[in-house]
């Protein structure tokens, strides 16, 4: 299996990720669908009322990631045309930013895109990523495309608010993103921080040229962002925080990752952490009764497949907190070295060594931990008795309620979906 | 600081100008910076005494982007001048213009841009004026243009062609510095590169004699400037560097570029004058002209302002149709050729089918895609110096891990560099014998759209099929059964299997679901090729197995409803021989649907229904269904061109039997929809899309149903429940003051 999203989504989902702004595709309408549809998914802002709106050429009806639809014309004789004419399309939308992102071929061929939007007279609201990110992690590309949208910004250095953080390497390709950022967000608040912005998860323009104000850059995946927060380091000196345990999957990782900020912080995360334990109790207590007519899920098998710093603590929190037993864990490309490191010791200190990098089909776990289409096609399959979403691509799930794995709620929607699930 | 690009035809003479130049300049005490822009990397060679220089292309190929130094690519050559060489794929592979782009790329990562410089001069070669090639001609990097060129007439046609680039660029922006004469000491050759200057409007700012200084001073892997400095070539030059530090004062003496048309060029190749009243048109003007006689303009001049919106637009890919096609089929790998993303955006909205098919039938109809398919992850380096070497490390590890079957599928971006994709394939042919590797060209959407691509895929999947194997007749092959908007694949196929079974045949290869690769060998098995359904695509698909394999055609898709059924069944028990079985189930069949729609007719009948079907071709299975209920049908709209072939005005009775019972309307919109609700009052409105929310009526949307009779009175009994719910859902006036 080498087909995971690579950096055209990453690209794309990062500027689409800015609730202001919009991605143009220069680009084949194949490559365009897929994303349009899933930009929607994730974060939806168009109720099916506005879609007239949008019933017009390069957008077609679909109000995400407008599309120059290259064709073989285009490709011998250039695009520029077409970019000319979808530039003020696109600009009569309103949106504050617009990133033009070349498809692989559109790259291959180099028309001076730059060139159109001078000309279009739009340089104060468009820009061009150049560089080819085909088969690159996605989430590299999702780092790179934020910190590259905050150069363009240029946003001049002013005072810093003090006590005053942005989350960074939240993305909206996390599973319910909104509901994660909710609950991180009121973990730092509990602390006495406030979040000024979290780019890459609907965050504004402006909050983007406000975050440079920020005393602190809290990392939730480094994945998603260490580039961006070394670069408001450069920048505006903002330091950035974030746990050796990864993010915040699992209460104990919770914990660290709290504890991690308020040393960095000067504050206290006392409160946050107390707040933790209600859900602490509740877990436990269910778990007592479960085990009343159950050894489960003490012994049953696992699968991991996500980023780095998700998989150390989760794969950590399911084998230290229930007692489960790994027999795959592997990681999406692009994962922290330094994260990926500490889980392939962590799991031959455990003398589970063998689960590293093992294939998901023939480990046969119990419990599938991955994106949304693997874990439930696992499950559909009968390769698996539970398969837990817990990233994208998961294209056909609502979340009525919170589905986050991160923080205190994400451990319970973790426990939910094992226990109610073997 | 002045940033200037030396373009000319390969061989002509711009590497060793530029070397030269770039000398002169630093002698006048200039900070000089040069970057060949030529594949074959030999630009700088003469300042740098003949050392090897690292090209930029092969260092970010071999060293990580977090180890990368710009010094390890920004070499100094004689009098301090900073030497950079780009570099570029062998000839032949690859894409040279794509290595062009990443090189600028890669230069501004590594913080070229905060060395300070007087002088930037790209020495690029203008044999092919592509994208990347034209990257130097982009305002943020050359300020002004040279063109070296002899009096051959392939270097004047270079040349006006990065005119004709520049032109493209700028209009009628000045940029063009003038023509450098290069001379091959042809006789003849001054006058033809003066009348080409002329017809050019450009002035002729330097004539190099030819000299064997210039190769005595190559030998020495020096400049003729730093070698012979009061030579006459070396004064040329100089002279030349001097209108260089003039431009850099007044870019007024810049120039307009005003490339030549192709008439122009065949006056200057037959020895006249051009004729300059007629010019290369610039946009507006031929915008302007469309629709006129355009006598001067050539056809490409035309081309390149053609409106795109008259072009079809392509909404999806030939290469997502063959990996679709190809991928259903067990036992053999399909391998895309391309990026990640190609492979990852086809298997992820295949898996969302398959997902989306799971929770409306609670059934899944296929594995996770990932498991069938594979990608060369083609990247950046790949896309310039060529794929086939990956392409062969990942077939010859699948060959030599057992797969014998393989499908390789291009797409745009190996399209593009070019990648000579059949070479490998029979390279693993021949050293894995007993593999086959079919490939498939679709290159993206190149060669078409998602059907083009099935249908050549199609093509390649029938070359496996064994010949020699004879028609049995008590066995069929199903054709065309997809996934895409068909959640209920396999519950049709069991439904057909049934029928089938009770007709004593038995399904011998389903084309291409939910088959291997010894089904499709033993394809002509089959003593009949039943079609699953009735659309283009699989009608090309089993036209195009009868031309190529000579098997018998059944002429009817698999039906839906009572009618379709009952005219299914005789035919097909006609045609195999077995008229006893197929009346039998015929008996049995209507009466179990009769039973059903028996039930549900207390609570629908006299009821009164309005249908709109914008999208299928055949409703009556949906018509007779709404007669046996004793339904009135008020009017049936239609969408735009609805039958396919027929005008307008010809909706007929081919079209539907009951033209003479309903109200048909074509061009039914959603606004008709709105107004007949308010005056007719439809006690049910049926739908095949999804209608405002807003308005109040029982209804009901209607996708393809099973096939068979027990959909239909499925249905029946839903309607029976839906028309005693309320009109409207709850939910739906939220925010509506309720």
Redesign the interface.
Known sequence: ?????????GCLLAVESIKDARAILNG????R???SFLSELHYPRTD??GITEFME?YF?GQPRLPCT???????I??S???ME?ILPVVERKGDRLAVVIN???A??????I??AI?RAGFSDKMLTL???T???PASTAYDSTIRTIMNWLDQPRTDTIPKSVNILGMSITNKDWRHGVFELQGCLERMGLTVLSVPGAACTVEGLRRSVRASCNIIVSPEYSLSTAQWYEEKYGIPWVMSEEGAPVGFGATERWLRTIADATGTNASEAISSMRHYREVAARFLTEFQRHSTLPKGITFAVKADSSVALPLTKWLLEYLGMVPVSVRLNPGGDPTMADSLRSFLEQQEFGEAWDKGL?ESRPDVVLADG??A???K??RYCRVGVDISL?S??RFNFIPRTIFGAQGAMYLLDEIINGI | MIQIAVYGKGGIGKSTVSANLSYALARSGKKVLQIGCDPKHDSTRLLLKGKAQTTVLSYIREVPSSERRLDDVLKEGALGIKCVEAGGPEPGIGCAGRGILSTFDALKKLGLEGHQFDVKLYDVLGDVVCGGFAVPLRREYADAVYLVTSGEFMSIYAANNILKGIRNFDGDACRVAGLIFNSRGLDGEVEIVERFARGVDLPIVASIPRSQLFSMAEREARTVVEMFPESQPARVIVGLSRHVDNMTRDPGILRPACPLNDDQMNQLASGREVDRGCRWPDKATVQEALGCSLKCASQDAVRATHDPLERKILHTCATNGAVHCTSQIDKAVTIIHGPRSCAHIMAASSDHYALSAWKRNGELQSAPTAYRLMSTNMDDHISIFGGTQSLEGLLREKAEQGHRTMFVITTCASGIIGDDVAAVAKRIERDHRGTVVKVIEADGNITGEWDQGYLDAVKSVTELVDRDVTPEMDTVNIIGERDFFIYNRERNFRIASDVLGRLGLRVNCRFLSGCDVTAIRNFNKGGLNLLAQDDALSRSMGEMLRDRLGVRLFDLPLPVGLRETITWVEELSRAMGREGAGKAMIEELSAEYQSGVANARPWLKGRKVLVLNKYSTNIDWLLDLLMDLDMRVLKVGLGVKHYPGEPRSGLDTRCTRYLNAITFQEDYGLDDLRMDIESLAPDLVLSDQRIPRDQVCHYDVIYRPDIGIRSSVELAKRWANIVRLPQIEGWKMEGKGQ
């Open positions: 299996m080498n087909i995971e999203p690579d950096g055209l989504t084949p309408g194949g490559c669908n897929y994303h099916s009322g050429p077609m639809y290259l064709d073989e014309d285009d490709y004789r250039g520029v045309e077409k004419r498809s692989p071929g790259a291959l061929i180099g028309d001076d730059d060139g001078d150049e560089e080819p085909f088969s690159t089909q289409h693997t439930r096609l696992m559909g399959m691509p294209l056909d």
